[in-house]
């Protein structure tokens, strides 16, 4: 199970920072991720991250203002978001997927988050 937090209303240039607690069979684990939509749009691939943390993927549209991590010891990826604007105004998701991959796309994911809404306002 996954279970995303830290959602909330932001005015433009501020921040955030959201968690994803994953429970369960965690050291299974390889790649977490985070991925944002909007009504009537695809799901978005916003970062991901392997399991070491040394690699990390970030969309161009947010390189330079989110970034990825993970703490291990405690099952949980955060996505640190500074810079905000509204156009980052989303539903974000996390996920995590036990296969080796960069995590990019959404059907590389096994599990699923239930969701945390960002708001920004200009």
């Known amino acids: 199970q996954l279970q995303a937090s830290g959602g909330g209303l932001v005015q433009a240039g501020g921040s955030l920072r959201l968690s994803c607690a994953a429970s369960?069979?965690?050291?299974?684990?390889?790649?977490m991720g985070w991925f944002r939509q909007v009504p009537g749009k695809e799901r978005e691939f916003v970062a991901a991250?392997?399991?070491?943390?040394?690699?990390?993927y970030h969309a161009d549209s947010v390189k330079g203002r989110f970034t990825i991590s993970r703490d291990n010891a405690k099952n949980t990826a955060y996505l640190q978001m500074n810079s905000l604007k509204p156009e980052d105004t989303a539903v974000y998701y996390c996920?995590?997927?036990?296969?080796?991959?960069?995590?990019?796309?959404?059907?590389?994911?096994?599990?699923w988050g239930q969701g945390t809404l960002v708001t920004v306002s200009s």
């Open positions: 996920a995590a997927t036990t296969t080796f991959s960069t995590g990019t796309y959404p059907v590389q994911y096994d599990y």
């Open positions: 369960g069979r965690t050291s299974s684990i390889y790649t």
């Open positions: 991250i392997v399991r070491s943390g040394v690699s990390t």
